[in-house]
Every structure is written in C-alpha cells, then in structure tokens.
C-alpha cells in the first residue's frame, strides 16, 4: 500500500474546505463587499475591453500599423480619442433622434387631457343624480372635516420632510455614481494605454509560476474567449443595426408615425438578445397610441412579425455565424441566460456558450485524431 507523499496536503485540504462551509455566510457577504469595492476598477476593465475593440482596428490602418510612418508614435493617443469620439458622436445622434420626438409625444398627451377632462365632467353632468341625495350621503358619513384637515396637514410636512431627506440621498447616490464611473473611465485609459505592458507582465508571472502544461492551457482558454467575446460584441452591435433599419422602413411604408425614433429605439434596445427589440416596441407602441390606437394595435402585429424573423433568422445568423455557435444553442444559451441572471445573463450566455462550444469540439477533434484508426478485419480467402 503506497501513502501520499505529502499527506499534510491532504489534511489542509479538509480543514479549508470545512472552513469554508462553516463560515459560507461570512464569505459570502466579504465577497460582496469586496466586489463593490473593486466595481469602479471591473466597470473600467470592461469599458477598456469594448473600446478596444475600436482601438484595435484603428491601430491596423496602413497609417499606424506602419513603423515608419510619422504618425506611428501616436497611434495609440489617436486611435483612443478616435474610439471615444465615435461613441461620443453614436450617443449624440440617438438621443437629438429620440428626444425630440418623445417630446412631442408628451406634448400630444397633456394636450389630449383637458378633453377628455371635458368628457368625463360632462358625462358625470348627463348622470341624473339629484344634489339633495348627495349631500344627504355626504353628511351621514359622520367626517370630522377639522381633525381630517388637521391630519392632512401633518401628513404633507412629514412628506415634506421625507422628500428632502429622500432627494439629499438621492443626490448623494448619483454623486458617488458620477465618482465611480469617473473613475472607472480613467482606469479604462490606463489599461488601453499599458495593455501591451500588462500583457508582458501577466505572461511573465504565469511562466514563473505556472508550469508549461498549465499556462499554456489557461492562455489558450482566455484566447479562445477573446476571440469570440470580440465577435460577439461586433456581430451584436450589427444586428442591432440590421433590425433597426428594417423596423424604420418598415414603418414607412406602413405609414407609421415617429418611424425614425421608434426605429432608433428598438436598434438601440435590440442590444439585448432575442428580447430587447421588445421593450422598445412597448414604448413605441405607447407613442403610437397617443396618435391613433388603431395603428398602434397594428404596430404591434408588425413587431411581432418582425422580431420573429429577427429571433429565428437574422439574429441566429449574424450572431451565431461570427462566433461559431450553432442557431439553436444562439437560443438556448440566451432562455437559460435569461433564467439564471436576467439581463446580465442574456448578454453573457451566449459568448460563454460560444467559449465552451469552441473548446469542447477542438477538444472532441483532438481525441478523435489521438484514437488509432482501426481498419476492418481482412475476410477469409476462399
């Protein structure tokens, strides 16, 4: 019988992981903690990530990707307030696109009130309830109008109180939001400008430490995630393009008002998978009301119609395509997604998917090529 040679390993082993059982409340609330003490520094690394994507391909123009070039030395300055100015521009556009008309959409609204005040006071007119009966009810009620008033009053400036401390803590939240996204934005210029040197830097800690099997192995993992996280913000951002301008002109021709806000709207909000052109569509929907509820009635007939051709054809394609994953693990991965963590975990469902998908079958196509071919067995001579 053979004994490990390190059995304290073993033993250490044990003791951590009781520990960890024991105390999992504790761990669990200190990671939180944890997690939100470093958010402003995680929200940078992610802004540095979609940005550099940008910056990536600006920095690959025949202008910078030359070393002789003049302009080479200053690529990196460029291609980042290049990247921030684009954003800066797209963000711009939407909202000089869907302000105004929201606007005018509201406008519509508290015009159509006063009307329909009218309405309601002469339908209450046209009711024949003698006033007599009315007060007769209104004073067997047996109100004590002074102490009703009385605590009216008290109630307005407690509500008063109450809305000042409310708004000094609201205004202290968006204050520490406005510091962390500050702060996260310059940490995702430090990292766009260093990447190289952070790069270097990681790899050689993980020769040091690591053995060759398993830094080449994690590398290998993060590479394949990179790759296919990058794809899937690019062919997310084109899908969103797609089905916002099929929904403008769409709305065009059927003649639908605010085509160009609603379109903008859903393009905007089909960053979500599968499901976010629907939430723009609720408030295009809602707009269209305000004009003529028949043809929002209709407006939402075409949604439906269009985000099926969007969830079965287009999206599958063009996201699914340029990450390597199949159409209907693309909607799989976003109803689990969804299920598991909302939001967060529609958007991260599917390149994760598409990660485990690409190494599973390398890894598949690999143990297949190891297995020596068997060749059938030679038939008898006669």
Known sequence: MTYPKKPWIYFLGAAALILLIKYSDIIFHSGLHLISILMPLLLGGIIAYVLNILVD????????SNPDHPAYPYRRAVSIVTSLAVIAIVVVVL???????LTDAFRVILAGVPPLLEQLLAWVSSMDIPVPQIQEWVASLN???????????SYLSSGMTNLFTTTVSFVGAVSGVVVQLLMSFIFALYLLAGKEKLARQFQTLGRTYLSR???QGIFYVLDTAHDTFTKFIVGQCTEAVIIGVLCTLGMMLLRFPYATMIGTLI??????????AYLGAAVGAFMIFTVNPVQSVAFLVFIVILQQLEGNLIYPRVVGSSIGLPGIW???AVTVGGGIAGIAGMLLAVPITAT?????????????????????PTPPQP
């Open 95 to 101: 909202v000089r696109i869907i302000i105004p008309q």
């Open 143 to 153: 109100v004590n109008w002074p102490q009703l008033v009385q605590k009216v009053a």
């Open 57 to 64: 391909k600006l920095e690959r123009l025949p202008p910078f």
């Open 356 to 376: 485990l998908y690409k190494l599973l079958r390398q890894d598949v196509a690999k143990r297949q090529r190891a297995k020596p071919v068997e060749t059938p």
């Open 267 to 276: 393009g905007a909000t089909a960053l979500l998978p599968i499901v976010g």
């Open 213 to 215: 099997r398993v830094y």
């Open 330 to 332: 693309v909607l799989t």
